[in-house]
């Protein structure tokens, strides 16, 4: 049995391996770090470089080649009396103890897709009427060429915006018309349409984000607008499509808005999760490719 010892790095470390050392356990845990030991004589002439922090590799000869029996981060270093003379215990944790030294933050394993909407009406109050907008979707994302008028004097407060999808959708990016926009303050009021409610209804949900508004006044400018997604979002139809809708509505009147263009933000799981994860590990370490 030899035990090389090395740095942080994986470069071996001293003039050579540990060749008196003995009785090596590894014992290896679900879900959690393991742990390592061994011992040699407390004279060996290496025994000085056995040192916290520094790594042990255990490797045996076995049929015509060595091979690895296992590694860890030496934590202890413990000075025994026995049969065969004073002994120095070593023992820590396995290489999983090196994933404690890192500090990635937070990471997010979806990639935000973009698409128009289903469907996209505004219900009128003044006088009361359904009305399409085609136009906020009729050409490419972020298309500025055609447009639908939004008279928000009869759509607001009474009535509102409705976005529909066949995804749950987290945001809308609205491209707006730099001069026939809305001037006044207002609170915007978003919501969806909740399955909890008996009979299912509509449920208000926090605006996170809103990058239309200017000094309190929404629609003034193109921008983006998020909301926490509700997780008992449901769909309105029982059709063969259906649809999750969301509507927006305000406390005040507005003035008239230019709307060229409505795109819908939703995510779906990313397909690069292991090699975001593999940026976050320790040096040297890669992924087993069984």
């Not at 049969?83 to 215990?89: H, Q, V």
């Not at 003034?220 to 029982?238: H, K």
Request: proline letters at 6%; charged letters at 25%; hydrophobic letters at 35%.
């Amino acid at each position: 049995m030899h035990i090389w010892l090395e740095d942080s790095t994986g470069a071996r470390l001293g003039p050579g391996p540990l060749t008196s050392a003995a009785n090596w356990q590894h014992t290896r845990e679900l879900d959690r770090v393991g742990t390592f030991s061994f011992s040699l004589p407390a004279d060996d002439p290496l025994a000085s470089e056995v040192r916290v922090k520094r790594v042990a590799r255990c490797w045996q000869y076995e049929d015509g080649q060595w091979r690895e029996y296992g590694a860890g981060i030496i934590e202890r270093r413990e000075y025994v009396t026995g049969a065969n003379g004073p002994m120095l215990r070593v023992s820590g944790q396995d290489l999983l103890r090196e994933l404690t030294y890192q500090r990635g933050g937070s990471l997010t394993f979806t990639t935000e897709m973009r698409v128009h909407p289903n469907k996209m009406t505004v219900l009128d109050s003044a006088p009361a009427a359904e009305y399409w907008c085609e136009e906020w979707g009729d050409g490419a994302l972020g298309d500025d060429t055609t447009w639908a008028q939004v008279d928000a004097r009869g759509a607001f407060p009474i009535g509102f915006i409705y976005l529909s999808c066949a995804r749950r959708f987290r945001a809308a990016q609205w491209v707006i018309d730099a001069t026939t926009h809305n001037h006044k303050v207002s609170e915007l009021q978003v919501q969806y349409f909740d399955t909890d409610m008996d009979p299912a209804g509509w449920s208000d949900v926090p605006i996170t984000e809103d990058g239309t508004a200017v000094d309190g006044k929404p629609f003034s400018q193109s921008g983006i607008m998020r909301w926490e997604m509700p997780a008992n979002w449901g769909t309105e139809t029982t059709t063969d499509e259906p649809r999750y809708t969301l509507r927006i509505g305000a406390s005040e009147g507005l003035d008239a808005i230019k709307v060229y263009d409505v795109t819908l933000l939703y995510d779906v799981p990313t397909e690069s999760g292991l090699q975001m994860i593999m940026a976050q590990a320790p040096a040297g370490w890669s992924l087993d490719p069984t």
